[in-house]
């Protein structure tokens, strides 16, 4: 079945570093991907999203690029700021299942000043 | 205006209890879900509607049971709790096949 792998946590990093969280997905379709994060007390929110091979989905100087052949799904940052301290999901969703979300374990990142 | 919105955001009771958590979108998406987050923070789908219509019931426990009155309102009820149903849980909603929207959570407590 479909399943999401993400790095384990947590992350912790001083302020303006970069940031890599690393997911990989196991699917048999054609998924959608997605990064949801979480901040403490708080639902989820979609963070950034990709649809098909090669698309690369950014907000908020987050990026992440959907590689079939790696079947992966990085995180990225070039500078995190303390406010981005959360937890962030890694999540693929397959039309052929309803469009349910499959989540990956979530990575905590901590940004201390 | 809220989008996703879900009562209570608290509850806390006893095992055994029958209880029921709300759910209301007002984005006018067709297709609503709940989703269980656990302590280690781990999410899963438990149900879909579309339209009103059941399209995803995984393996939950047939003491849950949801009720979509109309397609802006999923409602989860669970009938005699036990403490291995604490957890926070997540409604939302989507356009098929588009991003999904969660509401605030509810955190669930049974003692």
């Known amino acids: 079945g479909n399943s999401v792998t993400q790095m384990e946590g947590p992350v912790t990093l001083s302020e303006e570093a970069f940031l890599t969280i690393n997911c990989t997905y196991t699917?048999?379709?054609?998924?959608?991907l997605f990064w949801y994060v979480q901040y403490p007390g708080e639902g989820l929110q979609l963070l950034l999203k990709?649809?098909?091979?090669?698309d690369k989905g950014s907000n908020k100087g987050f990026e992440a690029t959907y590689r079939k052949e790696t079947t992966s799904f990085h995180l990225e940052k070039g500078s995190v700021q303390v406010s981005d301290s959360a937890v962030y999901f890694c999540?693929?969703?397959?039309?052929?299942?309803?469009?349910?979300?499959?989540f990956g374990q979530g990575t905590e990142l901590s940004v201390k000043p | 205006d809220t989008a996703v919105s879900q009562t209570p955001k608290y509850l806390v009771t006893q095992m055994g209890n029958d209880k029921s958590i709300k759910c209301e979108q007002n984005?006018?998406?067709?297709?609503m879900y709940w989703y269980k987050q656990d302590s280690k923070k781990f999410l899963k789908i438990m149900f879909s509607?579309?339209?009103?219509?059941?399209?995803i019931n995984e393996t939950v426990p047939n003491r849950f049971s949801p009720k979509s009155p109309d397609k802006a309102h999923l409602n989860l009820h669970i009938n005699s709790l036990e403490l291995g149903d604490s957890a926070v849980y997540f409604c939302?909603?989507?356009?098929?096949?588009?991003?999904?929207?969660f509401g605030p959570g509810t955190r669930l407590t049974v003692t």
């Open positions: 699917a048999t379709g054609y998924p959608s």
């Open positions: 999540a693929l969703s397959d039309r052929n299942q309803g469009g349910k979300l499959i």
């Open positions: 990709a649809t098909k091979a090669d």
């Open positions: 939302a909603s989507s356009q098929v096949e588009d991003e999904q929207y």
């Open positions: 509607y579309n339209n009103k219509e059941l399209i």
């Open positions: 984005l006018g998406h067709d297709t």
